[in-house]
Each structure stands twice: as structure tokens, then as C-alpha cells.
């Protein structure tokens, strides 16, 4: 069986072009009516008629005018941030986060919950009672949030042992089962995307993905975490779970595979490491003080952690030639510093002659990365220009 599609009735080819220019405007932030039409290029009558339709629908503002050397101003616009809104919620498994932001991304508010592998019942209580404190918000629209955006490991249940968890049945949930509860306890609509691409989203739409097309995200949660950008969408892969760098192999010195990815560089390794060494963490800002007061077991495993990353990395650029590889996640600034600088310079040492090495950056979204690339997501799938908004679903066929 295989889905048909076919070409667009005008509806649809309406809402692509509606979204077409959201984009534009989100991605130029303050544009013109005429720079519309020559960056999208659709004619400067159907410019201004969705203009007028976002206009009256509240999605963007006129916000002054721009003076030239000839002709009239142009009336410049911009996204208006009061014309939707959606909660971002990332969850790992030691630490809940939430945050409500604006049709901008600007996060209005957010909260936080260490919570040690929770329940099914523990994380959607936790998460329901967040919901229901951003709509009372005086600041937010409750008539225009879009609906949830949850980042989520992609397999929940998956390496407690390997993440220093005992196993317990209690905790083998994942998406479907998140993903009914909040619908039934909410009422709105809900997105799952696995934490990689989630931070990679949101590193696309408010960080370096502003100047890269193509990237590779790197995200350091309790495990290792990735997300793929290839000319400015996401690769999701088969089960949406591209570039889960965690679950990649490492080999010992015979080169057998001896364990994963995740179980060298992951902030439960870190944790584990600096507790072999008697500085019991259990959070990233308890990294931070020990590195303040004894800073050779961290320096440690950022050394073991560059090593166990340049394989990979090696891979990755091989593959799918990145402009940038982007590193973030709940590490500090610092310490992401001193791991991207190690990553670099081991890749660089083994890098074939004549290949080019990305840039090697930190995430310019910061550790909220995972919850703002969550709360994308409804507001990527209510106004982004995505291909199955235009094409017209026939069913299946043999």
C-alpha cells in the first residue's frame, strides 16, 4: 500500500500561501509588502491580499514605515506576537520543564521539576498543572494557544540500567501513552517529537539555523540526543528517530562493540564518573561546582567525551556535509566551551586531507533549547509551509 497525492485545490494552495508568508516575515522579522512579493515570489496583488487577511486575523502587524531615497514609504511588517501561542514541554528523565511562548517564541514564563524517572501519572500531572497555570495567565490568550509541543526521549522506557536507573516497569511509557493523557487532560491538541530534533528545531527557527541551512544538532540530556537540519527541515527518518546518537556503538580496542555512545557522553555519565570519584551530582549546576572547586574530573570526561565523540562526527560530516555541528543541551556554557573545543580538535586531527571541516558552535538558543523547540512544534504544524499542506491526500491504493 502507498499514499497518492495529487495537486492542490485553491483552499489549500491558499493556506500554503498564508504560510509562505508567516515564514518570510518570521524568518526577515520586519519586511515590506514589495520585498514580500520579490522574496516569495507570488504577485504583488496576492501579497496584499493575504496581507490583509493576516492582518484582520491578528498574525502580524504593521509596525512603521520605512523611508527611502524616492517613491512613498513602505509600510513595514512584522509577526505580531499576541496572534497565537503554545506550550512548550520538554521532558527527560530526570527533569520536567515547561514554558508558554508567544507566536515571536518569546517564552513568557517557565517552569521547571526535577523529578527522578516519573511516572506516567506523576509526568502527566505535572504537566496538566503547568497547562492550566500558563492559561490562566493574564498575558496569554487561552482562545489562541495552538495546542502542546512535547520533547521526549525517544524511547523512555529504554537504558535505565545503562542511565544508572533500576529497572521498573512503572516507567516503560513513551509517546502514545503521554500523548492521550495530556489530550484528555488538556483538550488541546498535542505534538511529540523526540528531544533531539526538538532542540534542532528550535535551534533552526531562533539560533544558528538564521545562518545555516544545513546542521547537525548535538543534544546532551541525562542521555545523547540529536537532531538533523538538511536545507532547512528536519529529517525525521522512518520512526522520527534520525541522527539518536546515543544508541550509535563504541568499540573497544580489538574493535568489537563494547557499549554505546550514551554510556560515555550523557550527563548520567558524568554524573557517574564524578561520583566514582567521590562528588556525588545528580544535577548539571552540581558539575558546575565541583569543576569550581576540583576541576580534574570534569576535565576528565570532557577529554573522554571529545574522544568518544570523533568517530562519529566524522560520520556525520562524511555523510551529510554539514555547515555547522551544534552542540547544546543542559551542559553549562563553559563546559559546553571546553567540550566543543575537544570535539573539534580531535575530528580536525582526524579528518581526511582535503576535507572541510563545519563549525563547530554552541547553541545560541542555551539550555532551554529542548522546551522553545517543543513549543514550536504546534506552531510549526499550524503555520509553517510544509509540503502536505498544499498536496491533496487521495487515500491509498494497492
Known amino acids: 500500500m502507498h499514499n497518492l497525492t495529487s495537486g492542490s485545490t485553491s483552499e489549500r494552495s491558499r493556506l500554503y500561501n498564508d504560510r509562505v508568508i508567516i515564514q518570510c516575515i518570521r524568518h526577515w522579522r520586519e519586511v515590506s509588502r514589495a520585498e514580500l512579493a520579490r522574496l516569495t515570489s507570488l504577485s504583488a496583488q496576492t501579497v496584499s491580499v493575504i496581507v490583509s487577511r493576516l492582518l484582520k486575523g491578528g498574525l502580524i502587524r504593521e509596525s512603521g514605515r520605512r523611508y527611502g531615497a524616492r517613491g512613498q514609504p513602505s509600510v513595514k511588517l512584522t509577526l505580531n506576537p499576541q496572534g497565537a501561542y503554545a506550550v512548550g514541554i520538554s521532558v527527560d528523565r530526570d527533569r520536567i520543564a515547561t514554558a508558554v511562548l508567544d507566536f515571536c517564541g518569546n517564552m513568557l514564563e517557565t517552569r521547571g521539576h526535577d523529578l527522578s ?10 504537566v496538566a498543572g503547568d497547562v492550566g497555570y500558563y492559561l490562566g495567565n493574564p498575558a496569554v490568550q487561552a482562545d489562541r494557544v495552538k495546542g502542546l509541543g512535547v520533547a521526549l526521549p525517544s524511547n523512555m522506557g529504554a537504558w535505565q540500567e545503562e542511565l544508572g536507573f533500576n529497572p521498573d516497569a512503572e516507567r516503560n511509557w513513551g509517546s502514545h501513552e503521554l500523548h492521550g493523557a495530556l489530550r484528555e487532560r488538556t483538550g488541546l491538541p498535542v505534538w511529540i517529537e523526540n528531544d ?27 542521555a545523547l540526543g540529536g537532531g538533523v537540519i538538511i536545507g532547512g527541515e528536519c529529517l525525521r527518518g522512518d520512526h ?81 556535509d554539514p555547515g555547522a555541528l551544534v552542540f547544546g543541551g543542559r551542559l ?56 502536505d499542506v498544499l498536496l491533496v491526500n487521495r487515500g491509498t491504493g494497492p
Not at 297 to 305: D, G, H, I, K
Not at 337 to 364: C, M, W
Open 196 to 222: 533531539g530534533t526538538a532542540a534542532a528545531l528550535g535551534e533552526r527557527f531562533f539560533g544558528v539555523g538564521q545562518r545555516f541551512e544545513n546542521f547537525v544538532y548535538i543534544y546532551l540530556g541525562l
Open 332 to 387: 553549562s556554557a563553559p563546559l559546553y566551551e571546553r567540550l566543543i573545543a575537544t570535539a573539534a580538535e580531535r575530528v580536525k586531527r582526524y579528518l581526511p586531507k582535503g576535507e572541510r571541516l563545519p563549525e563547530f558552535l554552541r547553541s545560541a538558543v542555551g539550555a532551554d533549547v529542548g522546551v522553545v523547540g517543543a513549543g514550536i512544534l504546534p506552531l510549526y504544524e499550524s503555520f509553517a509551509p510544509l509540503r
Open 117 to 126: 524517572w516519573p511516572s506516567l501519572a506523576r509526568a502527566v500531572d505535572t
Open 240 to 320: 522520527g528517530n534520525a541522527a539518536d546518537l546515543g544508541a550509535l556503538p563504541i568499540t573497544d580496542p580489538t574493535g568489537q562493540p563494547c557499549g554505546l555512545l550514551m554510556g560515555r557522553v550523557s550527563l548520567a555519565a558524568l554524573y557517574r564518573q564524578l561520583r566514582r570519584q567521590g562528588h556525588p551530582c545528580a544535577h548539571p549546576r552540581d558539575v558546575d561546582a565541583v569543576h569550581a572547586t576540583d576541576p580534574e574530573p570534569v576535565n576528565q570526561w570532557l577529554s573522554m567525551a571529545g574522544d568518544a565523540l570523533s568517530a562519529p562526527l566524522l560520520s556525520l560530516i562524511a555523510t551529510l
